[in-house]
C-alpha cells in the first residue's frame, strides 16, 4: 500500500470527525432523555440512574401507538397504489409508437423540481371542497399525485433499458400486451420497483408540510407531522420531548439499520433524475 | 389489451395512414391512472396557484383581481424578499459544505476501503438521511438551546463567553439552523460521491502515481474531474432541498427571530395559514418554482454535457 501510517492516521481522525458531527447530537438527546423527569437536563452531563421511565411517560403521552398506526395507514393507502401506477404508465410510456407518447414524459418529467410549497395552498383549498380536512384521504390522495414524476421517469427509465429483442421473442409467441407485461417485465423489474418502494415508503412515512397543512387532527397525520404538534405543546419539558422523540425515530432506525444497503442504494439511484 | 401492431409491410403510403398504422393508443390506458392523479393533485393545483397570484384572497371572501401587485410585494416586502434571500444563504450550508466535506470524506473512505471502519462510516453518516427533518429540527434545537449541548461544551472548555441562545440570536440563528442542513446531507453526499470514486477507473490513479504526484495532486487531477457527474447531483438535490426548506425551520425557529430565519417556503405557509394572504402566499410560491427550475435546470444541463 501506497497510503503511509501516518496519513492512514490522518484519514481515520478526520472519518471520526466526521462520525462524532453525526452522532454526537443524537446521543445528546439521548442524554436528555435519561435524566430524571422533573429536572432541566443541562448540557453536556452524563445522567445517573437513567431514568428509562421516561420513554414509558413518553410512549403514552405523545400517543405513539395510534400515530404509528396513523402513519401506517397513510403508508398503505399510497404507497401500493402509487407503485402500481408509476409502473403501469412507466410500462406504457416505454412502448413503441405511444401517440403524446414523448409529450406526455416531458410533462411528468416537468414535476420532478416542483416544491411541495407551490401546491400547499390550492391543495388546501381542493381538500376543504371535498370536505376531507379530517380525513387522511387528504394527505394520501395528493401524495400518490405528487409521486408520479419521479416514478414514472424512474420505471420508464427501467423499461426503456430492457432489450427489445426479450419482448419481440414474447410477442412472437403470442403472448398478449398483459401478459408480457406480468410474465416477463414485471419480474425483471422487482429491484427497480423495490428501490422506489423504499423511496415511496420514506417520503410519506417523513411527510411533513402536507401532513401539518392538510390534516387538522395530529392523531390523523404521519409521525414526523404529529411531531410538530408534540414540540409546539411539550417545548418545555425537555426530557419528556426528547424521549418522545427519540420514540418517534426510533422505527425508521431500525428499519435503516436492518435494510442500510437497500436505502442507501435507493436513495443514490434515486437522486441520478 | 390489444397487442402493439408492429407494422411489417414496407410498401408506402398516404402519410396519414402509415402514422395512424404505427401508432400504439393502447399503451395510453397504462398511463392512464398515473395521469388522472398527478392532473388532479399536481397540476390542477399548480394552476391554481398562478391563478391566485393574480388576485387578492383571503380563502374565504371574494377574490378580487390584481394584477402582478402580489408579484411586485415579493420583491418590496421586506419579510418576502428576506426569505428569498435567506434561501440562497442556505444553498451555502445545504450546499456547498455538505459537497465540500463530502469530497473530503469520500476520498478519505476510499483509501481506507480495506477496513470494516469505512463501511460503518458510510452508515453512521448516512443515518440523518433516513429521518424525519422535523426530528432533525427537534434534535438540534435541544442542542442549541442555552442550556444545550454546544453551550455546555463551551463552558467546559472555558469559553462560557460566547455562550449563546444560537437560534434566537439575530446573527447566529440562520447559520444555526443551516448547520442543520449540512447534518442533514453530509452523509447523503459522501455516500453519493464515494459511488462515483468507484466508477473512476483504477488505471487513472495508477497513472497519477507513475507521475509521482502526492495526494492533493492527485485528488485534484483524477479524483474531481472524475466526479463531475455526481457533484452536479449532489449539487442539484441539495440546492432544491435548501430553497424549498421547510420542516427544519418551522420546528427549529420558526422563521424567527423576527424574520432572521424566514425561508419562502414558510413565509408561503404563515401567508396562507396565519394571515389568510392566499394570492401573496401563491406569488411567492410561482416565484420560489421558478428560482428553483432556473438555478437546477442549467445545473442538469451541466451534468448531461459531461457525463
Not at chain 1, 405511444?98 to 381542493?126: N, T, W
Not at chain 1, 442500510?260 to 436513495?267: D, M, S, T
Not at chain 2, 444553498?91 to 477496513?115: H, N, Q, Y
Not at chain 2, 463567553?161 to 439552523?177: E, G, H, I, M, Y
Request: aromatic share 12%; hydrophobic share 55%; with cysteine.
Amino acid at each position: 500500500m501506497r497510503v503511509t501510517p501516518a496519513s492512514r492516521a490522518t484519514n481515520v481522525i478526520v472519518l471520526v470527525a466526521f462520525m462524532l458531527f453525526t452522532l454526537v447530537p443524537l446521543f445528546g438527546v439521548l442524554s436528555a432523555a435519561l435524566q430524571s423527569p422533573d429536572s432541566t437536563p443541562r448540557g453536556f452531563s452524563i445522567p445517573w440512574p437513567l431514568h428509562w421511565e421516561n420513554f414509558v411517560t413518553a410512549w403514552n403521552v405523545a400517543n405513539v401507538p395510534p400515530l404509528m398506526l396513523s402513519s401506517g395507514i397513510i403508508v398503505v393507502g399510497v404507497v401500493p397504489a402509487a407503485l402500481v401506477f408509476a409502473t403501469f404508465a412507466g410500462y406504457g410510456l416505454a412502448q413503441p409508437r405511444v401517440p403524446f407518447g414523448r409529450a406526455l414524459s416531458i410533462l411528468f418529467v416537468g414535476g420532478l423540481a416542483l416544491p411541495a410549497e407551490a401546491l400547499v395552498s390550492p391543495l388546501y383549498y381542493q381538500m376543504r371542497d371535498l370536505g376531507l380536512l379530517d380525513n387522511r384521504l387528504a394527505i394520501i390522495l395528493p401524495l400518490i399525485g405528487l409521486y408520479m414524476p419521479f416514478g414514472v421517469f424512474w420505471m420508464q427509465t427501467h423499461f426503456a433499458g430492457i432489450p427489445v429483442e426479450l419482448i419481440e421473442a414474447a410477442r412472437i409467441d403470442g403472448a398478449s400486451s398483459w401478459r408480457i407485461f406480468w410474465s416477463v417485465q414485471l419480474p425483471l423489474a422487482r429491484s427497480a420497483i423495490s428501490a422506489l418502494m423504499i423511496l415511496y415508503f420514506l417520503w410519506t412515512w417523513n411527510q411533513f408540510l402536507l401532513s401539518i397543512a392538510l390534516i387538522n387532527d395530529p392523531l390523523q397525520r404521519t409521525v414526523a407531522g404529529a411531531l410538530g404538534a408534540f414540540q409546539g405543546q411539550y417545548s418545555t419539558n425537555i426530557v419528556l420531548l426528547c424521549a418522545g422523540s427519540l420514540l418517534i425515530i426510533a422505527p425508521s432506525l431500525i428499519v435503516y439499520l436492518i435494510f442500510q444497503r437497500q436505502f442507501i442504494g435507493a436513495l443514490l439511484q434515486g437522486s441520478h433524475r | 389489451m390489444t397487442l402493439p401492431t408492429e407494422s411489417r409491410s414496407r410498401a408506402p403510403r398516404p402519410r396519414g395512414a402509415r402514422l395512424r398504422l404505427r401508432w400504439n393508443p393502447a399503451a395510453l390506458l397504462w398511463v392512464l391512472p398515473a395521469l388522472i392523479m398527478y392532473a388532479a393533485f399536481e397540476l390542477y393545483p399548480l394552476t391554481q396557484t398562478v391563478r391566485y397570484s393574480f388576485y387578492r384572497w383571503d380563502g374565504i371572501g371574494v377574490a378580487t383581481w390584481s394584477g402582478f401587485d402580489n408579484y411586485v410585494r415579493v420583491f418590496t416586502d421586506a419579510e418576502q424578499f428576506a426569505s428569498v434571500v435567506h434561501a440562497f444563504v442556505l444553498i451555502l450550508f445545504f450546499t456547498v459544505i455538505p459537497v465540500g466535506l463530502g469530497l473530503v470524506a469520500a476520498a478519505v473512505i476510499r483509501e481506507l476501503r480495506r477496513g470494516p471502519f469505512a463501511s460503518v462510516a458510510q452508515v453512521v453518516l448516512f443515518l440523518p438521511q433516513v429521518l424525519p427533518l422535523a426530528a432533525a429540527g427537534i434534535i438540534w434545537t435541544w442542542i442549541y438551546a442555552p442550556d444545550g449541548m454546544i453551550n455546555g461544551f463551551l463552558r467546559a472548555i472555558g469559553l462560557g463567553f460566547v455562550t449563546r441562545d444560537w437560534l434566537s440570536d439575530f446573527d447566529f440563528a440562520l447559520p444555526a439552523v443551516g448547520v442543520i442542513g449540512s447534518w442533514v446531507s453530509l452523509g447523503f453526499c459522501t455516500v453519493l460521491l464515494l459511488a462515483g470514486i468507484g466508477k473512476i477507473d483504477p488505471s487513472l490513479y495508477e497513472a497519477a502515481r507513475l507521475d509521482g504526484a502526492n495526494r492533493v495532486q492527485e485528488f485534484l487531477a483524477v479524483t474531481l474531474p472524475g466526479l463531475r457527474r455526481e457533484i452536479v447531483v449532489a449539487c442539484s438535490v441539495t440546492i432544491i432541498a435548501a430553497l424549498s426548506s421547510f420542516d427544519v425551520i418551522y420546528v427549529a425557529t420558526n422563521g424567527g427571530p423576527g424574520y432572521q430565519t424566514l425561508v419562502p417556503g414558510l413565509e408561503i405557509y404563515h401567508l396562507t395559514f396565519t394571515s389568510q394572504q392566499v394570492g401573496s402566499a401563491s406569488a411567492l410560491a410561482v416565484v420560489l418554482t421558478v428560482l428553483i427550475l432556473a438555478v437546477v435546470i442549467p445545473l442538469q444541463r451541466l451534468g448531461r454535457r459531461t457525463g
